[in-house]
């Protein structure tokens, strides 16, 4: 994932949300907030900890969702407390404000993009999990934009190119006037589709379908039960 607009990024409290895995890569501005725990010190020594962490972080948080047509380029040169040293991270919580995430596949193509009001983060024994809170979200196929939403809550895994929001989240195809409304979906890039839970109602036009659970395609064109 590529965070392409972060507006900071602060030490906050523990939130008891579901915590979802947004693979790590870095932009946005410089980091605000309280030195960690782990970073006090002399006031020099903790500044520069501060800076040094919340850089280790960022990383951690993007790094999994850069795209792979990065390969074609030279890559950056790493930081200099990334050569042959061992990150350990401080257990706590971060926010960035209005974050905007996606991913493209081996060809350059965009997978999704996602736009949130905040980015929650937690670090827990030097691993990063993130929540996107009041998210408007693109799904793609074969590069263009075929299904928008809008959802509480999101996250995505570079890894598996999966995209979950949840909530009450409220989906529109761009290609035909279907209306998808769910609990909960689950969007699968590398399956072109969809699996909506809890409370489901899919429609076309006049037609309306209600299921507890049901699979479609990403452009809501396609249903089925079942895997």
Same mark, same amino acid.
């Given at each position: 994932?590529? *965070?392409? $607009?972060?507006?900071?990024?602060?030490?906050?409290?523990?939130i008891d949300t579901p915590l979802l895995k947004v693979p *790590? #890569? #870095?932009r946005g501005e410089p980091c605000r907030g309280a030195v960690p725990p782990a970073c006090r010190g002399n006031f020099k020594e903790g500044v520069s900890k501060t800076v040094h962490l919340c850089l280790i972080l !960022?990383? !951690? !948080? !993007?790094t999994g969702c850069q795209p %792979? +047509?990065?390969t074609a380029q030279p890559p950056p040169e790493p930081a200099p407390t990334q050569e042959g040293t061992t990150v350990n991270l401080p257990d706590a919580t971060y926010e960035i404000v209005k974050p905007t995430l996606e991913q493209q596949d081996e060809? &350059? +193509?965009t997978l999704w993009k996602l736009q949130a009001q905040a980015l929650r983060?937690?670090? +827990?024994?030097?691993? %990063?999990?993130?929540t996107l809170s009041q998210v408007r979200g693109w799904l793609y196929r074969n590069g263009k934009p075929v299904l928008e939403f809008t %959802? *509480?809550?999101?996250?995505? $895994?570079a890894e598996t190119r999966e995209v979950e929001a949840w &909530?009450?989240?409220?989906?529109?195809?761009?290609? $035909?006037d279907a209306r998808l409304t769910a609990g909960r979906i689950v969007w699968q890039a590398r399956r072109d589709r969809i699996r909506a839970s809890e409370g489901v109602r899919l429609r076309w036009g006049d037609f309306e379908l209600r299921e507890r659970a049901l699979h479609v395609d990403t452009a809501l064109e396609k249903a089925w039960s079942g895997d």
């Open positions: 994932m590529t *965070p392409t $607009n972060g507006k900071h990024f602060t030490k906050t409290e523990v *790590p #890569a #870095a !960022l990383a !951690l !948080l !993007l %792979a +047509r990065e060809l &350059g +193509r983060a937690e670090t +827990r024994d030097s691993q %990063a999990q993130g %959802a *509480p809550y999101a996250r995505a $895994n &909530g009450s989240v409220v989906a529109t195809s761009k290609t $035909n």
